[in-house]
């Protein structure tokens, strides 16, 4: 059987990584889930949707190898 590369599949939409973000505990999501995932559970303060570490949002960074380039900061 083949098996799944978690590296490259967000745990929020269970899908193949698109415009992938780091975070402190190395989990890897799309910036797009993980911008809206935080911005529901903001009261609660910032932690990673599948190890529940707590993060900080600042500290959020662009997956190495993605190719894409946005300014830090936007939105
Ligand atoms: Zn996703
Ligand atoms: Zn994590």
Redesign the pocket.
């Known amino acids: 059987m083949d098996q799944l590369q978690e590296d490259v599949t967000?745990s929020?939409?269970l899908?193949v990584?698109?415009d992938p973000v780091s975070i402190e505990c190395s989990h890897n999501?799309?910036q797009g889930?993980l911008v809206a995932h935080w911005h529901g559970v903001s009261a609660q303060g910032y932690q990673c949707p599948e190890c529940r570490t707590p993060c900080s949002r600042d500290k959020m960074t662009p997956d190495m190898g993605a190719g894409s380039h946005r300014p830090q900061g936007g939105d």
């Open positions: 967000c929020i939409c899908d990584l698109d999501f799309c889930c």
